[in-house]
């Protein structure tokens, strides 16, 4: 009788912490503004596309995996100079992304302030393009099975690839 009531137990505290967790969508819309409009994955990968792709992450976080052609801009650090000297031309279309699209959104609104009038938030950032089957590469643009996971919490959202702490 004790090992029935301890397995129900169980099975209803993981069905309760189940849905107390948000979607991707319900964290996003809690963290960002929706002032920067998102592009999805998918249509990042698309073939011949032209878009000009920032990381806004730590150079730990560059160093393990990054999206292939992707320029490091940095979040913490993050100096205007370093876009303008790369694409100077602020009509270029920019996609920056972080781990899961939260960082990313503020480092395009300092875009966005400067003039540059094409930019966009991956959705999900790296995690979801990584989740989405997507290659990443590492510091020596080799393609990596390993994801920069940025802390345990928020790790979580990396369903595929190996979670890399650092």
Request: some cysteine.
């Amino acid at each position: 009788m004790i090992k029935k009531v301890t397995y129900l137990l169980l099975f209803f505290l993981t069905v309760q912490t189940s849905l107390a967790q948000d979607s991707l969508s319900q964290l996003l819309k809690r963290y960002n503004t929706k002032n920067i409009p998102y592009i999805s994955v998918q249509e990042l990968a698309m073939p011949k596309t032209n878009y000009k792709i920032l990381d806004a992450r730590e150079p730990n976080e560059y160093q393990v995996s990054h999206l292939n052609n992707a320029i490091f801009v940095g979040y913490k650090d993050f100096k205007i100079e370093t876009v303008l000297n790369e694409i100077p031309n602020k009509k270029d279309t920019i996609v920056v992304y972080c781990s899961l699209g939260i960082r990313s959104e503020a480092i395009s609104k300092k875009l966005k302030d400067e003039g540059y009038i094409s930019v966009y938030n991956l959705y999900g950032g790296i995690f979801e393009w990584k989740n989405n089957d997507f290659p990443v590469y590492n510091r020596n643009n080799i393609e990596t099975d390993s994801v920069h996971a940025f802390s345990k919490m928020w790790g979580k959202w990396l369903m595929k690839g190996e979670k890399a702490f650092n």
